[in-house]
């Protein structure tokens, strides 16, 4: 199983943390958020995973080379317009890994391993599968769902609020249909200008509304996090430093037996 990460952006919510780094090289409990991430993956058994990078591209190359990650190669691939772009842009420049069966996940979701379990060890029963969560009253900038039963009915962040049942975490998985399916589709919008200015989920919205190509899967009591707003990073703080004791705990166990 392959992962692509969406690794571009600068994260300019986040400012002064990113003035002079990108959004996935902010720490975490000791760790950057890109580290979590490749960990996280290669725990559940991901072998390859491709960074697509943007703003202080370098810095990530040199931060990828000290991240140990048992078992999973690593390579970057170079969005060069991801300053003109959003990420739908960097889905284009990544196109050519689309390849197959493989995993999309945003560049600032955080996610515990069983999540990346859950989709990996899924018998997917569409092309495509959102990973969901569902909570209670849902804000402006949630990337809400409408969904009916395991099928996706829509997704967008202005969605009516009688619709939303869940929202987006920013993790997918494509089997080889859905993968076809979704290169085309980011090929096809990129060839207009709106293209520059949308976010590849308006693409899955599209193959969910026209072409019934895609499921849902829920999460409901596994933590993830994302990373859009200062307030993000304390309480990201805080659920990573939660999974280094439990790493810790579990070398202790390990080490008594």
Not at 120 to 148: F, W
Not at 235 to 251: A, F, I, S
């Amino acid at each position: 199983m392959k992962a692509i990460i969406l690794s571009a952006g600068q994260g300019r919510r986040l400012l002064p943390l990113t003035e002079n780094r990108p959004k996935c090289l902010i720490p975490l409990a000791g760790r950057t958020l890109i580290e979590w991430q490749l960990r996280n993956l290669a725990a559940a058994g991901v072998e390859e995973a491709v960074v697509v990078t943007g703003f202080g591209a370098a810095q990530v190359e040199t931060a990828l080379r000290t991240i140990g990650a048992p078992g999973l190669a690593v390579r970057t691939l170079h969005n060069p317009f991801y300053a003109v772009a959003d990420n739908l842009g960097s889905c284009w420049a990544a196109r050519e890994e689309m390849d197959g069966e493989f995993l999309l996940l945003n560049g600032d979701t955080l996610f515990e391993v069983q999540i990346a379990e859950r989709l990996i060890s899924l018998a997917p029963t569409s092309p495509i599968t959102l990973a969901i969560d569902r909570k209670a009253i849902y804000d402006s900038d949630d990337m809400k769902v409408q969904t009916e039963g395991a099928q996706l009915v829509a997704i967008g962040k202005t969605l009516e609020p009688e619709v939303v049942d869940g929202e987006s975490i920013g993790f997918l998985r494509f089997t080889d249909e859905g993968s076809d399916s979704f290169r085309d589709a980011v090929v096809e919008a990129m060839r207009h200008p709106a293209g520059l200015r949308q976010w590849y989920l308006s693409v899955v919205d599209k193959l969910a509304r026209d072409a019934g190509r895609v499921g849902v899967m829920s999460i409901e009591g596994l933590a993830w996090g994302e990373m859009d707003f200062p307030a993000d990073v304390k309480r990201n703080e805080k659920m990573t430093r939660e999974w280094l004791r439990g790493e810790t705990g579990l070398g202790r166990a390990a080490e008594a037996g």
